[in-house]
């Protein structure tokens, strides 16, 4: 089974940075995508960014255009995202999650790890 562990969330103040990473196992196919959902308090999730590994094919909601990055290890399957110049709007549970490409549903999602951004 897919197995996802998360890291780099923590407490940052606005215009900050933070780096989350997620490496993946339990798979061998080459082809997969690896990508960043975030649910804040009271909100419903929201997609963030997926990195499709097969092509590096890369895809970012408007609100975070030009200040997320999403990267990706192929060799070590893992994907990070940096996040800078952070807001307040940012806090929430970020969600490592598992697609066959970055236009699929979910396919496991690992546990969260909360950032938290002070204004």
């Known amino acids: 089974e897919v197995q996802l562990v998360e890291s780099g969330g923590g407490n940052v103040q606005a215009g900050g940075s933070l780096t989350l990473s997620c490496a993946a196992s339990g798979f061998t196919f080459d082809e997969y995508a690896l990508g960043w959902f975030r649910q804040a308090p009271g909100k419903e999730r929201q997609g963030v960014a997926c990195i499709d590994a097969t092509y590096g094919s890369t895809y970012y909601a408007d609100d975070v255009k030009g200040r997320f990055t999403i990267s990706n290890d192929n060799a070590k399957r893992m994907v990070r995202l940096q996040m800078n110049r952070l807001k307040p709007e940012d806090t929430a549970v970020y969600y490592c999650?598992?697609?066959?490409?970055?236009?699929?549903?979910?396919?496991?999602w690992g546990q969260g790890t909360a950032v938290a951004v002070a204004a």
């Open positions: 999650v598992f697609r066959g490409d970055c236009y699929s549903d979910a396919h496991t």
